[in-house]
């Protein structure tokens, strides 16, 4: 595997590959890498001949007083199980590469019909630094096919929404949630929860999957489902519920309908630590 810190190794490498014919996979990602990265790197395989992930904690995203500074990094290891899964390039640029004028980045922004609800209500500004950073390293790596989990769906919906607005000829594939053998979904933050809260995080998936059945079952008050599962997470140990919603897949926006496809999202808090989860739902 190749690894790369600067950009003129990177571009040389990936116009041999261009100029070879080759189609190029690509996962962006913060590292400290598990099993649920190493299957969007399996999942991009699938899809391209080279495949290129980037490890890079990116300081745009993250607001005031959030994690950024202790967020985990660890990327030997993260090469390590790269090289292991086959993967052929890893990008690992540092702040100074990514953002020359970080006191004032040139930002891309998507519309904030899609950005300013859910996570980007809670956390506002972070859908601007990820479309920002994801932007720069499509330019870098101009790959053909780029995979992003469905654990983070509206990261995946504004990034598919950039992608179409901004005609880049990128393939954008979500890739399903990786979850432990209890049901959390597997992330970077779970190594924050003490053992107690990690006995009550799996809550968060039963409590989602209880409003899927309800939909399933024909029940259609959305917000009161919503306020019912908020209640039933806070009932299970979960110190603060930011938000359950059902949406529209597409828009983002509350749903008020079964005919389209839905979304169930939540996140609640074990401490200072988010947990975040969603299940996908259609009447059909
Ligand atoms: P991150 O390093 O947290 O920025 O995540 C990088 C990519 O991995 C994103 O596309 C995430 O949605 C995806 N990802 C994170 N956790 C999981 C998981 N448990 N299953 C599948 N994909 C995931």
């Known amino acids: 595997m190749i690894v790369c810190h600067e950009l003129m190794r990177l571009r040389e490498t990936i116009t041999q590959w261009k100029q070879a014919g080759l189609r190029i996979g690509f996962v962006p990602t913060m590292g400290n890498l598990h099993a649920g990265h190493l299957s ?21 995203q993250f607001g005031e ?74 330019n870098m790596v101009q790959p053909d096919v780029a995979v992003f989990g ?8 504004v990034l598919s929404a950039m992608v179409t607005e901004l005609n880049w000829p990128i393939e954008m594939v979500k890739a399903p949630i990786v979850r432990a053998e209890d049901g959390l979904a597997l992330s970077s933050r779970n190594q924050y929860l003490t053992p107690m809260q990690r006995q009550i995080a799996p809550h968060l998936v039963r409590v989602l999957q209880a409003v899927v059945s309800d939909l399933s079952a024909g029940k259609r008050d959305f917000r009161g489902l919503e306020r019912e599962a908020s209640a039933r997470l806070l009932a299970a140990g979960f110190d603060q519920v930011d938000y359950v919603s059902i949406v529209d897949a597409q828009q983002l926006t509350p749903a008020c309908c079964a005919d389209r496809d839905l979304v169930v999202l939540a996140v609640a808090r074990l401490g200072t630590t988010r947990l975040l989860d969603n299940i996908e739902w259609s009447a059909v």
């Open 40 to 60: 969007l790197i399996e999942q991009a395989q699938r899809r391209a001949d080279k495949v290129v992930s980037s490890v890079f904690v990116n300081p745009l």
């Open 65 to 138: 007083g959030e994690d950024f500074e202790r967020y985990p990094r660890s990327l030997t290891t993260d090469a390590d199980q790269l090289r292991q899964q086959g993967c052929d390039l890893l990008f690992a640029p540092d702040v100074a590469l990514m953002y020359p004028e970080l006191s004032e980045p040139v930002r891309v922004m998507v519309p904030r019909s899609l950005t300013g609800c859910l996570e980007g209500a809670v956390r506002p500004g972070h859908f601007d630094g990820v479309t920002t950073v994801v932007a720069k390293l499509f």
């Open 150 to 157: 469905q654990k983070d769906y509206q990261q995946w919906r």
